[in-house]
C-alpha cells in the first residue's frame, strides 16, 4: 500500500513514521520549502509520548523535550500561588507509564524528520488538485508533477486544500481570543538553571499568561486575551510580529514577576486563535483528514499537536488491520478517531473561557477550587479532571474497538 500525505507540520511527520513502521510506502509534500513550524510550545503527555515509545522514538523526543516538574497557578496581580502541581516526567512515567515533555516545535520536528529517509519529504509542493476513482488516488501539485497512491491523507492544517478540494469549504471560526507568544533564549537569562522546570500561570479577568519551556534551552511566554476583533488589527486574520512594549501595556497592572518575563522577550508573535466546527466526516473514499485539517482545536488543554498524533497512530492500525480495502480501513480511522478528537475541541473551547473569567465571584469560586484540588492531590495525574485524556492508549483502544 502507499499512502500521499499532504503537509508537512508536525500530525504530517508522525503520520509518515507510523505508517512506515506498519510497512506502507509513503511520499510526503509540503508547500513550504522546508520546516513550516512556527510559533512556541507544543506539549505531549502521556497519551502521546507512549505512541513514541512504541516506534522506538521516546529516547529521541527526550533528547529535546523538557519536563514540567512543577506548575504554579497564581493571582495576577499579588503573584501569590493559588495551588501547585507536581507534574514531572517521572510523576508522569510512575502514574501513566509514559513522560509529560514540552517541546520546541520547530526543533521537535527537526528532529522527528532525521527518522524518515531522504527522498521521501519534497518541500515546496503545493498541491492544487485530488482526484480519485476506484483504482486509486492523484494529487496533483502547482509544478504539474502528479502523485500517484492508493490513499491520500490531507494533514495540512486549519485552513487545508485537501479538505476544501474534497469535502468543501469549512471556514476557520474565529474564537475571539488571540495569543502573543514570545521566547527566550536561555543565554539572556541569567539564572535559567533556578528555573528548571518550573511552569507558571496567571489567569486574570479577560487574560491568561502562561511560562514554561518551548524545549530544554528556550523559556516560552503566552499571553491570550479574549474578546477580540479582527478589525483592530491591520494584519487581520494573519500572525504578526509586535513589540515587547505593546505587550507590556496589556498587564501593566500585573504583578511584577510576569511582567518580567514578559519584558525578557525580544518580540512577540500576535496569533488569533480559530478552531473549526466540529466535523461529522474526515473520510471521502480513499481521501481521510488528520490533526487541524480534521479538527482544529483551540490550546487551552494542550491536546492540539497531540490529538493529531493519536490519529496518525490510529491511521496506521486502521491501515494495517484493512490492508486489502483502503476505503474500508479510513472509514474505520474516521468512526474511533472522530468521538474523541471532537470532545476534546469542544473541551478546550469551554476551558478557555473558564481560564480568563472576568466576574469576581467566579473567580473566587475557581481559584477556591484550584486550590482545594492541588492539597487533595497526591498523585496529579490519576485524579486529575483530564484523566480521560492523560490515561488513554490510543493503540489499546483501538484493539478493543476492533474486538468489540
Known amino acids: ?10 500530525g504530517g511527520i508522525i503520520s509518515a513514521l507510523t505508517l512506515r513502521h ?29 505512541i513514541f515509545k512504541r516506534l522506538g522514538l521516546l529516547d529521541v523526543v527526550k533528547t529535546c523535550g523538557s519536563p514540567v516538574e512543577v506548575r504554579n497557578m497564581r493571582e495576577w496581580n499579588t ?15 510512575r502514574e501513566l507509564g509514559s513522560p509529560y515533555l514540552v517541546f520546541g516545535r520547530s526543533e521537535l520536528l527537526d528532529e522527528l524528520a532525521r527518522y524518515i529517509p531522504a527522498g521521501i519529504c519534497n518541500y515546496g509542493m503545493k498541491c492544487v488538485n485530488v482526484e480519485q476513482d476506484e483504482t486509486g488516488v492523484r494529487a496533483t501539485f502547482d509544478d504539474g508533477h502528479v502523485a500517484i497512491g492508493d490513499v491520500l491523507i490531507g494533514a495540512d492544517g486549519i485552513r487545508s486544500t485537501v479538505r476544501r478540494l474534497v469535502f468543501g469549504m469549512v471556514e476557520p471560526v474565529f474564537s475571539g481570543k488571540v495569543a502573543y507568544r514570545g521566547l527566550i533564549p536561555r543565554e539572556k537569562v541569567a539564572d535559567f538553571e533556578s528555573h528548571k522546570w518550573i511552569a507558571n500561570a496567571w489567569p486574570a479577568p479577560g487574560q491568561f499568561m502562561l511560562q514554561n519551556f518551548a524545549g530544554r534551552n528556550t523559556i516560552n511566554l503566552s499571553l491570550y486575551r479574549n474578546n477580540q476583533r479582527l478589525e483592530d488589527f491591520n494584519t487581520g486574520t494573519a500572525t504578526a510580529v509586535v513589540p515587547t512594549e505593546e505587550v507590556l501595556e ?16 525580544a518580540d512577540f508573535l500576535r496569533w488569533p486563535l480559530f478552531d473549526i466546527e466540529p466535523l461529522k466526516e474526515w473520510s471521502k473514499g ?3 483528514l488528520l490533526g ?12 492540539g499537536a497531540g490529538q493529531g498524533a493519536e490519529d496518525a497512530s490510529a491511521l496506521g492500525d486502521a491501515l494495517a488491520h484493512l490492508s486489502d480495502d483502503p476505503v474500508a480501513a479510513l472509514k474505520l480511522y474516521e468512526a474511533f478517531r472522530l468521538p474523541r478528537a471532537t470532545r476534546v475541541q469542544l473541551e478546550s473551547r469551554a476551558r478557555s473561557n473558564y481560564m480568563m473569567l472576568k466576574d469576581p465571584f467566579a473567580i473566587n469560586q475557581r481559584n477556591l477550587q484550584w486550590r482545594e ?10 485524579n486529575s479532571v483530564d ?3 492523560l490515561s488513554y492508549d490510543v493503540e489499546s483502544a483501538f484493539k478493543e474497538q476492533i474486538a468489540a
Open 1 to 10: 500500500m502507499k499512502a500521499i500525505i499532504i503537509g508537512g507540520g508536525i
Open 22 to 50: 506498519h510497512g506502507i510506502e509513503v511520499e510526503l509534500y509540503e508547500r513550504a520549502e522546508g520546516n513550516p513550524e512556527i510559533g512556541s510550545a507544543v506539549q505531549f503527555t502521556a497519551n502521546v509520548t507512549n
Open 79 to 93: 503573584g501569590n500561588i493559588i495551588s501547585t502541581n507536581r507534574l514531572g516526567d517521572t510523576i508522569a512515567e
Open 250 to 265: 496589556f498587564v501593566k497592572d500585573w504583578e511584577p514577576s510576569a511582567r518580567e518575563w514578559l519584558a525578557q522577550s
Open 286 to 288: 480513499r481521501v481521510a
Open 292 to 303: 487541524d485539517a480534521a479538527h482544529a482545536t483551540l490550546p487551552f488543554i494542550g491536546q
Open 373 to 382: 484540588a492541588s492539597k487533595a492531590i497526591t498523585g496529579y495525574f490519576g
Open 387 to 389: 484523566h480521560w485524556i
